[in-house]
């Protein structure tokens, strides 16, 4: 667009012609502008930050921006913008980075609204990541906020920009201007009172972020910058689950250790926060049967439901006018009808050893998941089926004015008057709730979370609890530690950019085939184990005296029934060692993919860590032939003959 070259665009460009070429502005703030340009030598799109003339006329600030422009751009992080180059031209000051094409978190919300817990977990772990490698490296970021995180379109790899900038700042967060530097919805009380500042800093604006992006709004919001400063100095932030009831409970505790107005409550570092967020996210784990059938049918038929309770709500209001009893009924029956079956539903799986925290975490995985259905519902087909409503009411109302106008007088007429009108209002009026909920379609549910999270679910469930004297306990799903590591690598290699997961492709195959030995061995020392059962404690440990005193006959039994039980042993004590190679195997897999995360290893360091992982199930592939022997071996050993007669 042409007025986007103003005079600064121009006097950039000249400075930089043979080096960049700029297309267009990107964006611009107190602390610079945006260009997206194509870095000539490389034929490659970069984004060029400027530091504003009015700023860059000043040495001082001048000097500060370039080193600390140099600084950040040693940074080099999955989850950081990458500087490619720092320098002076003309009268300006400059650094090039790379463009990520994508969006801003700011833009991702404003278009689409609250993101998931899953999705925004995910999200606040890899800015966590990032900071937690620039605080190593003494970087604070200072002006952390969702314009400076960028999703990358496809992947939607969060990465955070405008590292080390914000470094420029004067010690007041106000100027002698009266302009914030920083962003002061976003500032840390330490930043707003002008004090020393480090990485803990970061990590309340971070907790900001999350507000921001799982509830939709900021926890401080005033119109007078002073007013809002103070908020963050004096006011402790709303817990988020109360602005944001689908956020699971721990997930929202570990946001708000983050707004803890002393830097000493906070969490310490990054890695703490992001360790934090990776235990607090609500697994992906299989819905025990009796919780799955109970979420199935209380969510059946939940639009009939509503019509029922709308049309007596209605019927209610037209009995009250004759007499107070007859209106009072209705509300009976919809409560009976309504109350009751889920009232049972409740109670049946209380029985069953379920308690309201098991139900609570049902909750929000389905309705964690239907968040994301339903966002994608809003933005493929809602649209779609208002235009749609909205075409076919006018045409009903169109054929009823055309009825009225043109037709012959009689009962075809009026019925088509009538019908068209019907029709016309019926699809009108749907089309009109379609477009009026959808802003809210992103936020299914959160009425039901709402009641269930509260103390009415408690009074609800003790209701359902009359009566039952003994409760059995649930029966727990076991999780072995290999499956355990499995899920958590799977989930780590999915986070990583495409071009890292084509790098390291052989790695889910490996996952999966050291968890198809974990649990062959475990299969095998459960034989084992059940095969030793057999012998008596003798035949394990006999003693060369008891022997030399029995029979020959006896002795020869003995000592077979002893080498049988030794070698049981031995078979046993080699798979439980070939087990824990496994396991720690696929452990050593998940910390490479932790480790590049966050920075503190190259991708080679992970290839390697593949090798050895296949190398391990190599060695217990090799040794499958022996222990299909074992296994014969033992079925001989179970039975061997037995001198009953001898005995007599």
């Not at 914000?166 to 106000?174: D, F, G, I, N, R």
């Not at 007013?227 to 929202?252: E, F, I, M, Y």
């Not at 890695?271 to 919780?291: D, F, G, M, Q, S």
């Not at 490996?510 to 035949?539: G, M, N, W």
Request: charged share 25%.
């Amino acid at each position: 667009m042409t007025d986007q070259f103003d005079e600064t665009f121009l006097a950039v460009q000249s400075v930089l012609v043979g080096e960049y070429s700029l297309e267009r502005e990107l964006g611009r703030g107190g602390m610079g502008i945006v260009y997206l340009a194509r870095e000539v030598s490389l034929d490659r799109l970069v984004a060029i930050k400027v530091l504003p003339p009015h700023l860059g006329a000043n040495p001082d600030l001048r000097q500060r921006f370039l080193r600390e422009a140099q600084t950040a751009a040693r940074l080099s992080h999955p989850n950081i913008v990458p500087i490619f180059r720092v320098g002076e031209a003309g009268e300006f000051v400059y650094f090039a980075m790379a463009y990520v094409e994508g969006e801003t978190l700011t833009e991702r919300v404003r278009t689409k609204g609250p993101l998931t817990p899953v999705e925004g977990a995910r999200i606040l772990r890899e800015a966590a990541w990032a900071l937690a490698y620039a605080h190593a490296r003494n970087i604070v970021h200072r002006d952390v906020k969702p314009d400076n995180i960028l999703l990358e379109r496809g992947t939607l790899r969060a990465m955070l920009t405008d590292f080390g900038i914000a470094h420029v700042e004067t010690p007041s967060p106000l100027t002698d201007a009266g302009l914030v530097m920083g962003t002061a919805q976003y500032m840390s009380p330490e930043q707003a009172a002008g004090e020393r500042v480090d990485g803990r800093s970061d990590l309340y604006s971070l907790g900001i972020v999350a507000h921001f992006m799982l509830a939709g709004k900021v926890p401080f919001d005033e119109k007078s910058v002073a007013a809002l400063l103070a908020k963050h100095l004096t006011q402790p932030a709303p817990p988020l689950t109360s602005v944001a009831p689908g956020v699971p409970r721990k997930l929202g505790e570990a946001i708000d250790h983050c707004l803890a107005k002393s830097p000493e409550q906070r969490f310490h570092s990054g890695e703490a926060l992001a360790e934090a967020l990776t235990v607090a996210t609500e697994p992906t784990r299989e819905v025990p049967a009796p919780i799955r059938v109970w979420l199935t049918k209380s969510q059946q038929n939940r639009g009939a439901r509503a019509f029922f309770a709308v049309y007596l709500s209605l019927a209610t209001i037209g009995l009250a006018v004759e007499s107070p009893w007859f209106g009072v009924m209705p509300i009976v029956i919809i409560a009976a009808g309504l109350g009751i079956p889920a009232l049972w539903r409740t109670r049946r799986v209380l029985k069953a050893g379920y308690s309201l925290e098991d139900l609570r975490a049902a909750l929000r995985i389905y309705w964690a998941q239907r968040q994301e259905e339903a966002a994608y519902e809003v933005s493929e087909t809602s649209a779609v089926t208002s235009r749609v409503a909205f075409a076919i009411s006018g045409i009903g109302m169109i054929t009823a004015a055309g009825a009225y106008a043109f037709g012959t007088p009689g009962p075809l007429r009026e019925g088509l008057i009538g019908g068209a009108l019907v029709i016309g209002a019926i699809t009108g009026g749907l089309g009109l709730v379609d477009l009026l909920m959808r802003p809210f379609r992103g936020r299914v549910g959160w009425m039901s979370l709402k009641f269930w999270n509260g103390r009415w679910a408690e009074k609800f469930v003790a209701l359902a609890k009359t009566g039952l004297k003994r409760v059995a306990v649930a029966p727990a799903t076991p999780q072995l530690t290999e499956i355990a590591l499995g899920r958590a690598t799977d989930a780590l290699f999915q986070a990583l950019p495409s071009a890292l997961r084509r790098d390291l492709k052989e790695l889910p195959d490996t996952v999966r085939r050291l968890e198809t030995d974990a649990r062959k061995l475990r299969d095998q020392i459960d034989v084992l184990e059940r095969q030793l059962a057999t012998f008596a404690p003798e035949d394990r440990m006999s003693s060369s005296r008891s022997i030399a005193a029995s029979a020959p006959q006896d002795r020869s039994i003995a000592d077979s029934r002893a080498r049988v039980a030794a070698e049981l042993s031995s078979t046993r004590a080699a798979a439980r060692t070939r087990l824990a190679d496994t396991v720690a195997a696929l452990e050593n897999l998940r910390l490479g993919l932790l480790r590049l995360q966050m920075g503190s290893a190259p991708v080679e360091s992970v290839t390697a860590t593949i090798q050895a992982a296949l190398r391990v199930a190599d060695d217990v592939r090799r040794v499958g032939a022996a222990e299909a022997e074992v296994e014969a071996a033992l079925r001989i050993g179970t039975s061997p003959p037995m001198p009953g007669n001898s005995r007599g």
